[in-house]
């Protein structure tokens, strides 16, 4: 087994595992992406690959070179790209079905153990679709909503009906140039028909279409997955949390939750507070129960709940390693089919609960929203019993890092204007006099390819020092969390002078915790509001706003780029262009889509050079707005005094602190 080649992880806490791994001979995920050599065909890099008939595949390695049909390399990178976010929409949208699907369960009383807990969003989310409330009552109301949502997957003329909270200029955008999603479901299917052999065969068409698909995750089925949880589980606000494997408790029955969908980790949250359990998990010479999360579902435990969670993408092995984890229950997406072998050498017991989710060697207790309770307290009940067979442990325990979650863009207007001036004006003003000089979202996942979190960290600390305020999600988010960018005042020493001055006055960290990669929808109905408010052009697209990911890995991620890149926005991405041995598609994401929708994708390699361009698109926006030039020293020292360092310590001194 290779060592692995590139530091692997900036957390000390990671890189002291993975030497525990090398040390026994386990694969990670980190040791195979060493091993592997991508393909570069397969990656865009030196070639294109064309699959979708059995005439080929036709692998394209020179200029002018076409496929056994004629497909040219600009039709295959379109095809290639267009699969991808329809399966990323795909994910992200199904995500919102199940939410839809457990709501009108509720509604109709077969959903054990779920109510709506937030009847304000049920609320709003019925004004936004035009749902009556006079004089009904909740249950009504709720059943609407759940038919509401589950008639927008199977739609099919029309337009979504979210589409009509998106400012007006945006909305006239998508109507001329033919991108408003008629039914989520349907634009997915077209596009499998239209990569079919023989059918679309223009890049620029297909495209288009893909970003009609995009726009149908954005604002359809993500944007419904995010209202529902909030109905069902309650909007975000702050709470304090804890990130990093060092969460683990010793002496404490753990249980991880992972994966995206928050309806059974929601039950989990419950069935372990249940004291008949906690009784029984000390029967078993445990002091208790502690639960923590993985990816995006820790995102959506910790944003509500308060529940710690172990770690981003990349934690998910790691955290089995630690040998401390009695049950890792997993649902659906960025799952890695690894974890049964890797918790073969432990005790741990992988177990899939998805209808739609079963991996080879993993225990499949199959979750069902009409019986939620009991079977989440069967699952607990299983990782108590399976406490008396831990072996030796090791849990990097200073690893924890104390974060503050869960700002939606609910909290955030109470935050900016009060109870009863709710208002994003004081951010676009902040915005407008240059203290703030403008917004990034840092969203999206680790990649084994790059050093984990170091994209993001390199990316996120350089902006803050230039006075850029940061959303984030997803993954992107919970490596925030890592070094301390998650936790108030305790962030603002790295952060320039003017946004520091923002943060203290409103009392918010300079990192805001949006919530999971599926919450992305928060991101485009703050920048929504942001346009509305005034003071910074009517459209997204005038916004000085820029969205990164630097460090992705999934087809979801790729969904999420085009739908705010339809929304107007000018979207990053790092790791590499999949697209790059088609010239043509390479300018019709960015050229092309500039002109027609005011946002664009590119893909940039470099953290600095992703600071870079995201400095100069603020600058450039700002100055279309005719705001005033940002100066660093305008409101304080230079920006330049903030420290750009996310350590005190070089890593090796702190692997040598944490494991002794
Ligand atoms: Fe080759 Fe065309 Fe078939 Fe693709 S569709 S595999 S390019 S023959
Ligand atoms: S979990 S899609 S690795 S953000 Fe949403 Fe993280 Fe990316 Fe999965």
Redesign the pocket.
């Known amino acids: 087994m290779a060592k692995v080649s590139i530091v692997p992880s900036i957390d000390p806490a990671a890189c002291g595992i993975l030497d525990y791994a090398t040390e026994m001979g386990i694969q990670t995920s980190f040791s195979r992406a060493a091993d592997f050599k991508p393909c570069t065909i397969g990656n865009g890099q030196s070639g294109i690959c064309c699959k979708n008939c059995y005439m080929g595949p036709c692998r394209l390695t020179k200029d002018g070179q076409v496929g056994i049909c004629g497909a040219t390399a600009d039709t295959i990178a379109a095809r290639n790209l267009a699969r991808a976010i329809a399966a990323g929409a795909a994910a992200h949208s199904d995500h919102g079905r199940d939410l839809a699907f457990t709501l009108h369960a509720v509604a109709t009383g077969e959903a054990q153990g779920y109510e709506v807990r937030d009847e304000a969003k049920l609320y709003s989310v019925a004004a936004k679709h035009g749902i009556p409330t006079k004089g009904r009552t909740v249950k009504e109301i709720t059943l609407d909503i759940a038919n509401k949502a589950i008639s927008e997957f199977g739609q099919q003329r029309g337009q979504l009906s979210y589409l009509s909270v998106a400012p007006p200029k945006r909305q006239a955008i998508w109507k001329e140039q033919g991108v408003a999603p008629r039914g989520i479901d349907r634009e997915v299917v077209e596009i499998l028909h239209r990569t079919h052999m023989g059918d679309d065969q223009d890049a620029s068409h297909i495209l288009t279409a893909a970003m009609r698909t995009s726009l149908s995750d954005g604002w359809g089925g993500s944007m419904w997955a995010t209202d529902i949880s909030d109905i069902l589980f309650g909007t975000p606000s702050p709470k304090v949390g804890e990130v990093n494997l060092g969460c683990l408790e010793e002496k404490q029955v753990n249980i991880i939750v992972h994966g995206?969908e928050p309806t059974l980790s929601e039950m989990i949250v419950t069935a372990v507070q249940d004291p008949e359990l906690i009784a029984y998990a000390v029967s078993k010479g445990a002091e208790g129960i502690n639960l923590a999360g993985i990816?995006?579902t820790s995102?959506e435990v910790m944003m509500r709940q308060g529940i710690p969670s172990a770690g981003?993408?990349l934690n998910q092995e790691l955290a089995i390693l630690t040998g401390a984890i009695e049950a890792m229950v997993v649902d659906v997406?960025?799952i890695m089919q690894s974890l049964t072998g890797v918790a073969s050498h432990f005790h741990t017991e992988v177990i899939t609960t998805s209808p739609k989710v079963k991996i080879t060697g993993a225990t499949h207790i199959e979750f069902d929203e009409h019986h939620a309770l009991d079977i989440a307290k069967s699952i607990v009940k299983r990782a108590c019993d399976n406490y008396v067979n831990r072996g030796e442990t090791r849990i990097p325990k200073s690893s924890a890092q104390a974060v503050v979650p869960g700002f939606s863009h609910e909290y955030l207007n109470y935050m900016l204007g009060g109870f009863y001036r709710q208002s994003f004006r004081p951010l676009n003003e902040a915005i407008a006099s240059g203290r703030i000089r403008g917004v990034a979202a840092d969203?999206?996942?680790?990649n084994p390819g790059l050093t984990q979190d170091k994209a993001h960290m390199d990316v996120i600390s350089a902006l803050l020092k230039n006075d850029v305020l940061i959303v984030s999600?997803?993954?992107?988010a919970?490596a925030a969390g890592k070094y301390g960018y998650l936790l108030g005042e305790a962030g603002l020493d790295k952060v320039g002078p003017g946004l520091r001055e923002i943060c203290e006055t409103i009392g918010i960290p300079p990192v805001l915790h949006l919530g999971?990669?599926?919450d992305n929808s928060r991101i485009l109905t703050i920048l929504s509001q942001m346009a509305t408010e005034g003071g910074l052009g009517d459209d997204i697209s005038d916004i000085p706003a820029v969205g990164l990911a630097p460090e992705?890995?999934?087809e979801?991620?790729l969904a999420i780029a085009s739908y705010c890149v339809g929304s107007g926005a000018y979207v990053i991405m790092g790791v590499r262009n999949p697209v790059y041995f088609s010239d043509g598609v390479t300018d019709i994401l960015s050229k092309e889509w500039e002109g027609r929708f005011g946002g664009k994708l590119e893909f940039v390699v470099e953290a600095e050079e992703i600071v870079k361009k995201t400095l100069e698109h603020i600058d450039k926006k700002r100055a279309a707005l005719k705001l005033p030039v940002y100066d660093a020293n305008h409101f304080g020292a230079s920006g330049d005094a903030a420290t750009e360092a996310y350590f005190e310590l070089p890593l090796e001194e702190q692997m040598a602190e944490m494991y002794g």
Do not use: E, P, R
Request: proline share 0%; aromatic share 8%; charged share 5%.
């Open positions: 995206h990816c995006c995102n981003n993408f997406q960025c969203v999206g996942c680790n999600t997803g993954c992107g919970l999971s990669c599926v992705w890995m999934s979801k991620a």
